[in-house]
């Protein structure tokens, strides 16, 4: 998917995820992307590596930087410790119409995640992406398998919230069948 496609998929998911209450700093661009590419099957190959707080792109921070630096997004600092939130300038309405026929085929994917991630935090956005690549890397193991995989990878995460964070992701895999087929 070319550039300016992928800046009006990351334009309208971060409109979303703020509409829903979303934090929306990076990590929470970062995790839901990873869904809407790994489990809507939204065609913006990131390459995604696991990382200190789950999986992480480093070509997306790389897109991000780049789309502040063509004024399509923005920072919005915040009163420390917290990090700043990622908003869309007037630019970002001027990409998205340029692409108004992609965002329109992907934006029930996206409200779908939108949905889902909106109000989540950065921790449990974490187990749930951390869950997610689990997943993705070995399908055919069981709940409690791919929980211990979860704290293996991550032992700050309790085993509990491993086998929760991997059955919420069945789930919404189950859901994501009849939204993209």
């Keep these: 998917m070319e550039r300016l496609k992928k800046a009006a998929i990351i334009t309208r998911l971060i409109e979303m995820l703020r509409q829903r209450g979303s934090w929306c700093g990076e990590t ?15 065609p913006t190959d990131w ?6 707080h789950g999986p992480f792109s ?3 921070r790389d897109e991000l ?10 920072l919005e600092p915040q009163h420390p410790p917290y990090g700043p939130k990622v908003g869309v ?14 965002v329109r085929e992907y934006e029930p994917r996206i409200a779908f995640v939108a949905d889902w991630l909106g109000a989540k ?8 992406a951390t869950a997610s690549w689990v997943t993705k890397e070995s399908p055919s193991m069981s709940v409690a398998e791919r929980g211990q995989a979860v704290t293996k990878l991550k032992p700050h ?11 919420a992701v069945d789930k919404m895999a189950d859901k994501v069948r009849s939204l993209v087929h």
């Design 47 to 52: 390459d995604y590596v696991l990382y200190r």
């Design 121 to 128: 935090g950065v921790t449990e956005l974490e187990r749930l």
């Design 58 to 60: 480093f070509d997306l």
């Design 65 to 74: 930087t780049a789309l502040r630096g063509d004024e399509i997004i923005k």
């Design 89 to 102: 300038t007037e630019r970002a309405s001027y990409v998205q119409g340029l692409f108004e026929k992609t």
């Design 157 to 167: 995460i309790d085993r509990a919230e491993a086998d929760l964070a991997v059955d």
């Design 28 to 42: 929470h661009i970062q995790k839901a992307m990873l869904f809407l590419q790994d489990m809507l099957h939204v």
